[in-house]
């Protein structure tokens, strides 16, 4: 007797649209994905066909640290994706696999170490000092993306890359116009071919240099011939542009944090759990619309029971791998003494965010100082009246109107 093959039924497309979500509300369409299996398919708005949906966290850190799903594979497909324009170049390192992603985070890993990131502290504080001094003596009201969530961000990164300050608002112009899906494709391409310019004439004028910012590191390995330039300036590209996402994440922290007086009462009446209390933020927050980068499976897996065909097209979420309960007890609980908390917000495996560390620390320098030196701060309107981005990949409020 032959054995017969049992054929799966498909689950349902489900088309997720580019929803304009306010506050820290989390997506709808994704809690009913969620809900429907550990494995469903879904179509966005760009690009063409369906993918899978990859939902809960073993799944989730099984396909990102998995060789058998690639993101090089992805290059030349039009995958159904949320942003109109495809952002990373051929050869950029968020579509590049071992061992060539591993050569391009060589390069400038020195920069993202712990040592790396100290190196930064002082003078991060010292430039966040710098804003608060000027946020309090402008004196209330003030939005407080504008004052300090922006330009701190920006400097930091700009530090970081070597980019000099003069430069910081071409930076963030640039920034906006690539993460933004509301200009349409040509704006934002026109803005990443222009930021992609920059980075070649800085680069380049490194190529002998011994800095340790990201240009210099970049500059002396083109110079040794380690990386060829349209790698170092796509990779410097996507730091630049991550680097802002700060911006928003923290934008939705304080968010949490003016609108649940009691957890920011928490915090200031205990600065040892600050650190722990973040990293709770991280987790809770919806960082993001939808789903960032798309993986191709390069031969058939099983995930959670459901055959993934060798060529199909897969997603992770991150934003629902961190509200799994099997591994976050009572998920839409905010939880300060949560712990262990083994959130995936800055996502794992090889392309695990450069830039976690970073991140971290500014977002535990900002908590300081405003705790510190602007207790009764409050938002100056009403939770409903803040303004959040519109057509933005990554999520956050556009302004932030506080009192104190």
């Not at 990293?279 to 993934?308: C, F, K, N, Q, T």
Request: aromatic share 6%; proline share 8%; charged share 25%.
């Amino acid at each position: 007797m032959t054995e017969k093959t049992i054929t799966q039924p498909l689950p349902p497309v489900r088309h997720w649209p580019a929803l304009d979500l306010t506050g820290v509300d989390f997506d709808p369409v994704l809690t009913e994905l969620m809900r429907e299996g550990p494995v469903t398919r879904i179509q966005l708005p760009n690009g063409e066909g369906w993918a899978w949906l990859v939902t809960r966290y073993d799944d989730v850190r099984m396909v990102t640290n998995d060789a058998r799903f690639s993101r090089e594979a992805v290059m030349g497909r039009q995958v159904t994706r949320l942003a109109p324009h495809f952002i990373p170049a051929a050869g950029a390192v968020g579509f590049a696999d071992p061992p060539d992603h591993t050569r391009l985070r060589r390069s400038v890993a020195a920069a993202f170490t712990a040592r790396g990131v100290e190196r930064l502290r002082d003078s991060a504080r010292r430039m966040l000092d710098e804003l608060v001094d000027e946020l309090l003596q402008d004196g209330p009201p003030a939005d407080l993306t504008e004052a300090i969530l922006s330009p701190f961000p920006i400097a930091v990164i700009c530090e970081l890359m070597g980019v000099p300050a003069a430069d910081r608002q071409s930076m963030h112009t640039w920034t906006q116009l690539i993460l933004s899906s509301s200009h349409g494709a040509d704006v934002s391409e026109r803005a990443k071919n222009e930021m992609s310019a920059y980075f070649t004439q800085l680069i380049g004028d490194r190529k002998g240099s011994d800095g340790e910012d990201v240009t210099s590191l970049l500059g002396a390995a083109v110079g040794r011939a380690e990386l060829t330039m349209d790698e170092a300036v796509g990779l410097a590209v996507l730091i630049q542009i991550g680097g802002e996402a700060v911006t928003n994440n923290s934008g939705q922290m304080f968010f949490i944090l003016l609108t649940r007086p009691a957890l920011w009462e928490q915090l200031r009446a205990d600065p040892a759990i600050r650190p722990q209390a973040i990293d709770e933020l991280l987790r809770y927050i919806p960082h993001r619309s939808a789903v960032g980068l798309s993986r191709i499976a390069m031969e058939d897996v099983d995930v959670s029971g459901v055959r993934i065909r060798q060529g199909d097209a897969v997603y992770v979420s991150y934003l629902a791998a961190n509200r799994d309960p099997s591994v976050f007890p009572d998920p839409e609980r905010i939880d300060f003494s949560r712990s262990p908390n083994p959130h995936v917000s800055f996502g794992f495996g090889p392309h695990y965010c450069v830039g976690g560390m970073l991140a971290r620390l500014e977002s535990e320098l900002m908590v300081d100082a405003l705790l510190e030196r602007v207790p009764a701060l409050k938002l100056a309107v009403p939770p409903d009246r803040v303004p959040f981005r519109k057509g933005a990949l990554i999520r956050g409020p556009e302004a932030l109107p506080v009192t104190w």
